[in-house]
């Protein structure tokens, strides 16, 4: 599935393509809200989540610098040790 294709489907079909195909990739709060990132065939979308309003928000998007604000919080120590 291409990105222009994900965004031209409606909210309850881009969830269910969500749950099938995507991979989680990471978890993290803004204030009261949980963000979720997934993969999507070459593309990535947040599922911004508000328990307090029972309510979501999805954005996509292809661009990676947009994944800088992931990558403070991944820890590569592991890695490090390795090499």
Request: contains cysteine.
């Amino acid at each position: 599935m291409r990105l222009k294709e994900f965004r031209s489907l409606k909210k309850n079909k881009q969830i269910d393509t969500i749950k099938s195909k995507a991979a989680l990739l990471f978890v993290r709060q803004q204030g009261c809200v949980d963000v979720i990132l997934y993969q999507l065939d070459g593309f990535y979308v947040e599922v911004y989540f508000d328990a307090d309003e029972n309510g979501s928000q999805i954005t996509s998007f292809d661009e990676t610098d947009l994944l800088d604000i992931y990558l403070k919080d991944v820890n590569i120590s592991a890695v490090q040790q390795l090499l």
